[in-house]
């Protein structure tokens, strides 16, 4: 896991973002942030099981079936079931070592 302080790189409603092997954050603060970092370290997860391009793919099709759904890119952003797993456990500090290989596919 690579960290990377940048502010210029994400949309002002983002904290931060996985973009593997990296996790871009805005503010410096964030380092000290726990379950924020669990949360981007999932995403992490998800890419290299999915061998990263997959991921991305999978992603934005799963957006776009949300949106749809939803009607609202909030909405549907936060029912994209690699989020939803996110989420979900971001606070569970160990998931990761208990993790089941494609976890995300329990939140589908």
């Known amino acids: 896991m690579i960290v990377w302080v940048n502010r210029f790189l994400l949309r002002k409603k983002f904290l931060g973002i996985a973009l593997w092997p990296f996790i871009i954050i805005r ?7 726990a379950e924020f970092l669990n949360h981007e370290k999932i995403h992490l997860r998800q890419q290299a099981e999915m061998l990263v391009v997959f991921f ?19 909405e549907a952003y936060k029912n994209i079931s690699f ?6 456990h971001e606070k569970d500090l160990n998931y990761l070592k208990k993790r089941s290989f494609f976890g995300f596919t329990n939140f589908l």
């Open 27 to 33: 503010k410096k603060e964030l380092l000290n942030d």
């Open 56 to 74: 991305y793919v999978w992603y934005v099709l799963e957006f776009l079936v949300r949106w749809l759904q939803y009607k609202n890119r909030y």
């Open 83 to 88: 989020e939803r797993e996110a989420y979900t």
